[in-house]
């Protein structure tokens, strides 16, 4: 099911199975997705890294992420452009940036509680009536739809990572950690460059992260770098010399430490690694 409205307003609704692919048209500027996976024996490959998948997970995808399915029982989809809603500009209102979309992390996705698999189950319904309605209201009760289920998935995400540790500035200050990494990861690598963006200082950065009980800014930063480091490896032709200026790195030698200190690797090794790789028929492509 598709809607498409008068100013480019674009948002698909599709169930999936096992060999089908979701790709991301290129007349669409930039979409996001939501893929929510069932069964319990699904699979999938990112950026090399086989992931096992719980039964109801929610994959949280940009056009730059790429994942393949290995093993599927049946999935749902939703697919929207800016121009329906963009999350940036309505932060304020589903509090997802830097979160469930534009994060630092590889890949955000949660499992969605036995206690909020209702909730879910009927947003989705009330999706696809609406998304069947032909009145001058669709547009504004499809984004009424999507916005209810953003905030849904922003609340579970938040509670299964730990957020809810946190204060309010200090949830609102992560996000915007790891919205400016995900921008700035090319040519700003401190913490410091980062607590200065954010009028913070260093270690109240650190302080906060602790006590997410996950990675340091400092591991963000870096594994966000890794990331972009092994995408230009997979999927481009540049020479690792080329990934390194890139990257920001003033030399190779100094890019090739970097990497094999993250991946146990060398960029060169990798980069051999995959040319004995296979290509999967089925997934989410670019």
Known sequence: MIYKGTNSEFIQLQEIKEGDVISFDRELAFPLLFVWVRGKNSAIIHEGIKIHLANNTILCLSVFQQIEFCKLETAQFIKFNKEFYCVLNHDSE?????????????????????????????????????????????????QMMLKRFIILCTRVYKVQNNYLKLAGDEVD??????????????????????????????????????????????????????????????????????????????????????????????????????????????????
């Open 94 to 142: 589903v509090s997802c940036k830097g979160i469930l979309f534009y994060n630092a992390k590889q890949l955000p996705y949660f499992q969605i509680p036995d206690e909020e698999l209702e909730k879910f189950e009927t947003l989705w319904k009330m999706f696809e009536i609406e998304m069947q309605s032909r009145d001058e209201l669709q547009l504004e009760m499809l």
């Open 173 to 286: 200050i992560v996000r915007e950690f790891n919205f400016l990494v995900e921008q700035h990861f090319a040519t700003k690598h401190s913490v410091k460059d980062y607590a200065d963006l954010l009028n913070k200082s260093s270690k109240t950065l650190s302080n906060i992260f602790t006590q997410l009980a996950g990675k340091t800014p400092l591991q963000i930063i870096h594994e966000r770098k890794a990331l972009e480091a092994r995408r230009m490896l997979r999927y481009s032709d540049r020479s690792i010399k080329e990934i390194a200026y890139e990257l920001g790195f003033e030399d190779i030698q100094t890019f090739s430490r970097f990497f094999k200190k993250i991946e146990n690797i060398s960029p060169s090794e990798f980069k051999k690694s995959l040319l004995g790789s296979i290509d999967n028929s089925s997934g989410i492509m670019p």
